[in-house]
């Protein structure tokens, strides 16, 4: 579990919230969010069994309750509270923590309040920007793409450089996500430039991860293997084991594809150890997927069915269509190696409608020519059992 802040008190502190003060020029109902406030940073007490999500609800309450009187300021202090990990003495920020536990509902619903044309521009830019973040991890792309490109318009409006390469990071993956690779690399590039300009090395590591992503993809081993390699190394210069263990997982996944199956157990292993500390859901789905399927290719079978079982009901429990259908499609083609075909056909058939779903043109190609592959075994076996009945 993470670290709260070690009393509310500093919190509090930092929003310099005085009744005394500030309560003489207010309407009863402003009065009443304010003091809700005060109450849920000083009053609500989770239990020592409390879910991550229930020992941060003080402080979501509050950000709401800030919201609806519009203190924007205060809202966005909240938003941006540090929080540590008592496992790896990694800190990372109350809204992008909810991101890395797996609560997207959560996370959107601050950033949606955020959104109004009242508020800040720099933090519309951060709300816009992580709203294109959490509907790219969601596999809605078609909205991820409407929110980031929102939120690269108004960074060049307000000069938000972070906001600028962010964004374009955002609609990078999110056309990878429709098959757009040309246009991904593009706009990768375009940040990755924005980032090295301005001397951004977290999200110079960030982008750089997904170039080596999107090469793997297209099946350019050697050019993903340099992106992701500096990638690496970047991350660990800025002191960020998030990025350092999704650098180091993708490497697995391409180490696997090149038949180099124990520097890719490494690098999986690695990666599922590191997202189990730092609680990263995302991380842990990925890598069970994907080590689920480094054990399908090394004949592992029941290792396999158990890491993608695992990838399943993780996926589905936070919602992770794109992770969903990987496992889906990846349990349908263990159960076809061990020749178990009516199950292998149903797992590719629900894997083909969880595509269709997202638009994922590359997965709805691998899911119909699993479905038609298996098809095509199946009836070849029938065949064949009713030729040798005949000829007994």
Known sequence: ????????????????????????????????????????????????????????????EAFHHLCEVQDWERANIILRLPLQNEVTGTTYELIHQLEIWGYYPEQMAMYTSLIMEEAPLDVRVISLVGLGNVYGHLANYSRAIDFSQQALELSRQSGNVSGRATALINLGIAHAGFGNFKQSIAF???????????????????????????????????????????SLTLARQSGDRLIEAQALGNLGNIYAYLHQYDRAATYLEYYLIASQELENRAGQIIAL??????????????????????????????????????????????????????????????????????????GIFLARLNLTLTHLVLRFLKLWHRLSQRRE
């Open 188 to 230: 990768l590039q375009e940040s990755l430039s924005t980032a090295r300009h301005t001397g951004l090395l977290k999200e110079q590591a960030k982008v750089l991860g997904n170039l080596g992503n999107v090469y793997g993809d297209r099946r350019q081993f050697q050019k993903a293997i340099d992106y992701l390699e500096q």
């Open 1 to 60: 579990m993470s670290n709260l802040p070690a009393s509310t008190t500093p919190v509090l502190s930092s929003l310099d919230i005085k009744p005394e003060r500030d309560f003489k020029t207010l309407t009863l109902g402003q009065k009443a969010h304010y003091r809700a406030v005060i109450n849920w940073l000083t009053k609500y007490t989770p239990s020592p069994e409390a879910s991550n999500l229930e020992k941060v609800r003080g402080y979501l």
């Open 289 to 362: 997927n994907s080590l689920g399927e480094l054990y399908r290719r090394t004949k592992q079978y029941d290792q396999a069915i158990s890491c993608l079982e695992q990838s399943l009901f993780m996926a589905r429990e936070t919602r992770e269509l794109s992770s969903e259908g990987v496992a889906l499609g990846n349990l349908g083609s263990v159960y076809g190696w061990m020749g178990k075909y009516e199950q292998a056909i149903e797992l590719h058939r629900q894997a083909l409608i969880v595509t269709q779903k997202i638009g994922d043109r590359q």
